[in-house]
């Protein structure tokens, strides 16, 4: 009988698909997974989302998600709640972009405002896009916001059952970070 069995080792250089855990105080104990391989380390997203939160507090998308109310308490909160080892070697804690998570197509080519991203090789296969939340599958927040002419309120996101969609800014949605953790 072959078996594929789960077992911790140490390595020098991470892969795609290897797996941490990680402690976020106040938040809980998660694992996180390398989507790719950069030349400043391996990127990697969290399996679940980590909290609920909206995009912003009024619905509007103005500035995008670099000027949102959520990239800011990512900053202001979740960093912090990091193990302090790895906080000094996280660079760029953000959320999925709409080309990371499903590539391009005609939907995001109308309606999205463009990312220069490719799809992460896991994310190919929809049942890795779909994400849980206090034991439940929930929606979750991506990067990109609705073009002006679709709506100066809107934002990118993962339903619960791994296919895209968008939402109200100030809608509560599953925060699923992605990080590079550089040497």
Known sequence: M???RKREVEVKKARIGDQITIQLAEFGEF???????TDR????MFDDYVASRPMNAKPTNKGGFEKSDLKKWMGDVLLPAFPEAM?????NLTI?????????DDWYN???????????????????????FNNDYKWGWLQNATKKKVSAAIF???????????????DSLGVRPVFLLVD
């Open 96 to 104: 999925p972009t709409y080309g990371q998570m499903f590539g391009h």
């Open 156 to 170: 990118a996101l993962v339903a619960y059952n791994g296919l895209a969609t968008c939402t109200y800014a100030s």
């Open 110 to 132: 109308d309606v999205m405002e463009p990312d220069d991203d490719e799809q992460f090789p896991l994310m190919m296969k929809r049942r890795n896009r779909v994400a849980d």
């Open 2 to 4: 072959k078996v594929l």
């Open 31 to 37: 694992t996180a997974t390398v989507q790719k391989i």
């Open 87 to 91: 906080q000094g070697k996280i660079e």
């Open 41 to 44: 380390g391996p990127l990697f």
